[in-house]
């Protein structure tokens, strides 16, 4: 009996043993397994790599392609608004400078008109200009023409039993016309045949057709005198700002320096610039040229221009170009906030999409990334669009209103247009991504 009890417990010994080193080696092996981890550095948060950027730009395609109803009408407003920034800046320097040449436009604000101050000159003087004063004038950089009038105002007008008074007789070249832009109502300016030929014609203002010419009588063809001589009406001279043009007379000037009494020396020299830019400019260069050439009388000499109607010109044109790229930066501007607001909505949609990524192992910069480059992606759509809207755009004004663009800044704005989409994008699609990435994963897969 005492064998059998000394036997138990020795098995029961044994068992006891085994069972302690059971847990003595399940102990080492955790204890071993803690020190691993605490040893083991914490890995870091994986940086992007290139193919991860790949990745991430093939993926915000799929999803700009996916939900391209909703980003059709923002991708439309940006390249609407990039188109017409394109083209207001390729041909805004072209346009500009063909309103700075155009005459009708303009009126006197581009001419300079050279004079004399009889109250401050010697009375002996003759107070004129040479042939070598218009040429001189003529070489001016910035000049597109120069030339002499002589006039008199001792001239009376008959026409039958008509008669007109207080009127102002002028010889003037051919260029006489489009320098100080007078075009004619009615038939025809002084040619060059007339004033080669001496033809005795003349050309006349609209209130000397009324003081001359009663009623319906059409005065083209019909015969006036003028100080004893016959001179054949072949044009009427229509709108122009010079206050007494429509109380003038007209006439060749080689015909009105040898007819006319007084009318031989050259009174005042009109000059007209190639644009506005230079009206300045070729001002002082003109008082520089004539004072040089007679320095006795430079004092009486006296230069014209027409500053206040230049700056109103200016200034108009300076408003309209500012209420152009106004709106077409409201345009971009609400492009933007499109993008901003379909962006947020696509957040709020894929939230739960969101919270998934983040539980297998998406991180914050990753989500982010996403969304900024889907915002990207949309804007530099809009991008394409406009420089494609843009290039068509110049391309037909440049054909239909013979205007030269100005290929130099069409590249630039080019690049400026590609640039300006990433920028718009990364800007718009900030606040979303950041929200975005700022998601709970617990709370966002909850969302419904």
């Known amino acids: 009996m005492n ?49 991860l950027v790949s990745d991430l730009i093939v993926l915000s395609l799929r999803q700009i392609h996916r939900n391209k109803r909703r980003y059709k009408g923002v991708v439309i407003g940006i390249g609407l608004g990039l188109a017409g920034l394109v083209t207001v800046l390729t041909m805004g320097d072209s346009v500009e400078s063909d309103v700075g040449s155009n005459l009708e436009l303009l009126g006197c604000a581009t001419i300079v008109k050279a004079t004399w101050d009889f109250d401050r000159s010697q009375r002996w003087h003759h107070g004129s200009y040479s042939q070598k004063d218009i040429d001189d004038l003529r070489r001016i950089p910035g000049v597109a023409g120069a030339t002499p009038v002589v006039w008199s ?83 009427i001279i229509g709108g122009i700002e010079d206050v007494s043009m429509p109380d003038t007379i007209i006439v060749p000037i080689t015909v009105a320096r040898s007819v006319f009494a007084n009318m031989y020396h050259i009174r005042d020299v009109y000059v007209r610039t190639e644009n506005w830019d230079v009206v300045e400019t070729v001002r002082q260069e003109i008082l520089y040229i004539l004072a040089r050439n007679q320095p006795a009388y430079a004092e009486a000499m006296t230069v014209v221009y027409y500053p206040e109607t230049l700056k109103t010109i200016k200034r108009t044109v300076l408003i309209v170009k500012l209420f152009l790229y106004a709106s077409l930066g409201v345009i971009l501007l609400l492009g933007g906030l499109g993008i901003t607001n379909v962006m947020l909505a696509a957040v709020r949609e894929r939230t739960t999409e969101i919270g998934l990524r983040k539980a297998v192992g998406a991180t914050d910069s990753m989500i982010m990334s996403q969304f900024l480059m889907e915002a990207v992606g949309i804007s530099l759509l809009g991008a394409v669009l406009g420089i494609m809207l ?59």
């Open 153 to 235: 105002w001792e001239t009376e007008p008959v026409y039958g039993t008509n008669k007109a008074t207080e009127v102002r007789l002028l010889g003037v070249e051919p260029a006489f016309h489009w320098i100080c832009n007078a075009p004619m109502s009615v038939g025809r300016p002084i040619s060059v045949e007339d004033v080669t030929a001496r033809k005795s014609v003349c050309v006349i203002g609209k209130n000397v057709r009324k003081k001359l010419f009663n009623g319906n009588v059409d005065p083209l063809g019909k015969t006036i005198s003028l100080s004893g001589n016959q001179f054949r009406v072949v044009g």
């Open 3 to 51: 064998f059998s009890l000394n036997g138990s417990v020795i098995e029961f010994l044994r068992v006891l043993q085994k069972k302690v080193q059971n847990v003595l080696v399940l102990l080492r092996v955790q204890t071993l397994g803690c020190l691993a981890r605490i040893r083991t550095p914490i890995p870091k948060e994986p940086r992007l790599t290139s193919m």
């Open 390 to 448: 843009g290039t068509v755009s110049v391309e037909i004004m440049e054909k239909y209103f013979n205007t030269v663009p100005a290929y130099g800044v069409f590249v630039a704005s080019l690049f400026g247009g590609l640039t300006f989409g990433v920028i718009l994008g990364v800007v718009s699609g900030l606040i979303p991504a950041k929200r975005a990435s700022g998601l709970d994963a617990a709370d966002a897969m909850r969302f419904e």
